[in-house]
């Protein structure tokens, strides 16, 4: 089965740091891509980042450019999302998820076919 497990949220001070993991079996690794969402209160589910998983090539929106660095553990079938200088407008449940395809890096939720149960992340003012 396929399966994505998010995890390594928590609550941190503006300023401060996290490193989600995204584990994931069931599937060729190296075949799909691989994203980042997050969802805040009363908001819709919004693309963070993305890597495809086989060459490395990465997606960032651009609210998280600079801050945020995207990485993958082929070995361990793992991606990586390091969160660096944390804002309270990064708070929000962070999903990981595979696309349906590993022509690009899909933004949109309605183009990943698997999500992980998300982990929540809350940045405190």
């Known amino acids: 089965q396929v399966q994505l497990q998010a995890s390594g949220g928590g609550l941190v001070q503006t300023g401060g740091s996290l490193r989600l993991s995204c584990a994931t079996s069931g599937f060729a690794f190296d075949d799909y891509a691989i994203g980042w969402f997050r969802q805040a209160p009363g908001k819709e589910r919004e693309a963070v980042s993305g890597?495809?998983?086989?060459?490395?090539?990465?997606y960032y929106t651009d609210s998280v450019k600079g801050r945020f660095a995207i990485s993958r553990d082929v070995a361990k079938n793992t991606v990586y999302l390091q969160m660096n200088s944390l804002m309270p407008e990064d708070s929000g449940v962070y999903y990981c998820?595979?696309?349906?395809?590993?022509?690009?890096?899909?933004?949109?939720?309605?183009?990943?076919?698997?999500w992980g149960q998300g982990t929540l992340v809350t940045v405190s003012s």
């Open positions: 998820a595979r696309s349906g395809t590993s022509l690009y890096i899909a933004t949109r939720p309605a183009e990943y076919e698997y």
């Open positions: 890597i495809k998983s086989g060459d490395g090539s990465t």
